[in-house]
């Protein structure tokens, strides 16, 4: 089976109209919901690109495969995969599959995407290289115009410095745009693939819709902001919160920038969302034109979300919110049945999905479970629970998180715990660890977090033994795994 992997860079799952969004226009990638499997609870296993596409690569949470900061703001951690990883493109080479990887590689320093197999552009970074070679080459081939921006918009920091650029209009038509460029560069190895009969993987990652939101008129200008409602947790006053979120907040400039910019801002990254889904929607006619559809798994998804606003913050960061880990998550199998699934899955079992379908081994992704039974129909035993780890950007902080059906534990070991009932306060806006009406759900939630941990070899358990109030009094063997020895009594 073929394997078309389509990805998102700081991807909102709700600007989406698969996903409810009733104002944003994405036909393409609801299309493609419409004939696949729809997963309503996909997440990362950490908000942040270099980790998570290293998870989606090996199949290994962060704490396992080491790859912990991006590049950009690395604080001391390793810089690429270690040499003896396991990736999923060895065994699909082995396998005899053709690799592609178009757009954004954000995998490491030393090693680029070819390091492992892939064919394409080398297009390293955060953000569209505007100024790479084969990009300068496509616009000369066409006579189309180059990169240039106007009317940015960003905010004032703290020192009275401008902030980070946030949106601005893109003087270029659409056929110019990095998107469209990467969609062209998609399809024309969608062709020579197609001419060989081999059976291939291709991944698309697009920059986007990662801001800066940088956009011609057409799509900058696309929404109107006033159907744009704000965010609940716009309302958000850090009380009880770690500190870190609030010292965010004034890092993203938020409160300088008029509310009325901040709609305009939405309505911006709509307008991007909107642009890439007509891209996707160009590979998926060419797909579809070349007669591979029946032969081919079709994957869409993000690495992590994207705050625009909610709780007062831009980009992502050290804060475990719903707004940035939970991402889209579409797959087409042919000969599955579409439908809508609710289990807690994560980007990191892709990869064991993408061996599974290809025919080969799935156990060296020791961290990932394949999807297929799902997008099968099937009911197998699912956990009932997810857990995501943080590692820290600027500097170091580390996370875990754990959530089930109604609440979500963060455990910030150098700052404030936090708790959330998702049931009543879905917008996460009242901590409540310190609540004494949820402490049996506190202390579950910390002792199935320790246990899943420790199972994993994750050594942040060490951080919770002693950290927590599990004394005599709250001790009860019924809702922990906890050994005497190490209960600290």
Known sequence: MNLLFLMTDQHRVDTLGCYGNPHVATPNLDRLAETGTRF?????PTAICTPARASLLTGQAPFRHRLLANYERNVGYLEDLRDDAFTFPEAL???GYRLGLIGKWHGGTH???ASYGFDGPDLPGWHNPVDHPDYLAYLKERDLPPYRISDLIRGTTPNGNPGNLLAARLHQPVEATFEHYLATRAIEHLDRYAATGEPFFLATHFFGPHLPYLLPDEYFDLYDPALVELPPSIAETFEGKPPVQR???EHWTFDTIPIEVTRKLIAVYWGYVTLIDQQIGRILDRLDELGLSDRTGVFFTADHGEFTGAHRLHDKGPAMYEDIYRIPGIIRVPGAQPQVRDEFVT????TATILDLAGCDTSPAVDSRSLVPLVRGERPEWAPELIAEFHGHHFPYPQRMIRDERYKLVVNPESVNELY???????ELSNRY???ELRPVRQRLIRRLYDLLRERGDNFYHWMTPMYDIGASDYDPSLSAFEPENSPV
């Open 111 to 113: 090693r680029n995407a």
């Open 247 to 249: 010292n965010y907040s």
């Open 421 to 427: 009932d998702l049931a009543g306060d879905p917008h």
């Open 347 to 350: 980007l990191t079992d892709c």
């Open 40 to 44: 309503d609870r996909f997440y990362t």
């Open 93 to 95: 080479k082995e396998r």
């Open 434 to 436: 310190e609540h004494p």
